[in-house]
Antibody
């Protein structure tokens, strides 16, 4: 059974750095078909892809946020960590991590999602 | 950067067919997938690799992708299908979501 769960602070102040952890089970991030993505959703708005880390430690970031984002993994502990620097009230959102599966031939999809964690940025 | 465009809203009567489109430059040259998100819940994968349904997804959900448009079709729409729907595709190893379509079952 595949599960993912996000954890981190519910409230951060402007200019602070946000650190979120995705704890997963039921798959290994050392398997070539596996990736973990981070996606966020501001209240009442659309999904926005943030970052992804692949089984081989390749990392990919949203072009608009790449200077603020860092993703890393601890394969032995089944954790993926996302940090976002210089937080602003517009970054208030529910942050999701998801398993992204490689179906082959350049086809990927996020087939399991965490429950999400709401992060509010306010002084 | 690559963009995917969806209609903000689509309405359908129960039992009828709902069609939700997703447009992007030469989208048919890459794979698209679709997610359903009910209020207060995490997204659920409905369609991957343009046309494939994961295990557990009802057969009334189907997908296609050609030219500049990917399409999600819901046949025999049910009240429980009222939700937000998002398309997604990949561009240069980054992932892009459409803006979402609110499906209302009248």
């Amino acid at each position: 059974q595949v599960t993912l769960k996000e954890s981190g602070p519910a409230l951060v102040k402007p200019t602070q750095t946000l650190t979120l952890t995705c704890a997963f089970s039921g798959f290994s991030l050392s398997t070539p078909t596996m990736r973990v993505s981070w996606i966020r959703q501001p209240p009442g708005k659309a999904l926005e892809w943030l970052a992804r880390i692949d089984w081989d430690d390749d990392k990919f970031y949203s072009p608009s946020l790449q200077t603020r984002l860092t993703v890393s993994k601890d394969t032995s502990r089944n954790h993926v960590v996302l940090t976002m620097t210089n937080m602003d009230p517009v970054d208030t959102a529910t942050y999701y991590c998801a398993r992204t599966y490689n179906y082959g031939s350049g086809s990927y999809a996020s087939d399991y999602w965490g429950q999400g964690t709401l992060v509010t940025v306010s002084s | 950067s690559y963009e995917l465009t969806q209609p903000p809203s689509v309405s359908v009567s129960p039992g009828q067919t709902a069609t939700i489109t997703c447009s992007g430059d030469r989208l048919g040259d890459r794979y698209a997938c679709w997610y359903q998100q009910r209020p207060g819940q995490s997204p659920v994968l409905l369609i991957y690799q343009d046309t494939h349904r994961p295990s557990g997804i009802p057969e009334r959900f189907s997908g296609s992708n050609s030219g500049n448009t990917a399409t999600l079709t819901i046949s025999g729409t049910q009240a429980m299908d009222e939700a937000e729907y998002y398309c997604q595709a990949w561009d240069s190893s980054t992932e892009v979501f459409g803006g979402g379509t609110k499906l209302t079952v009248l």
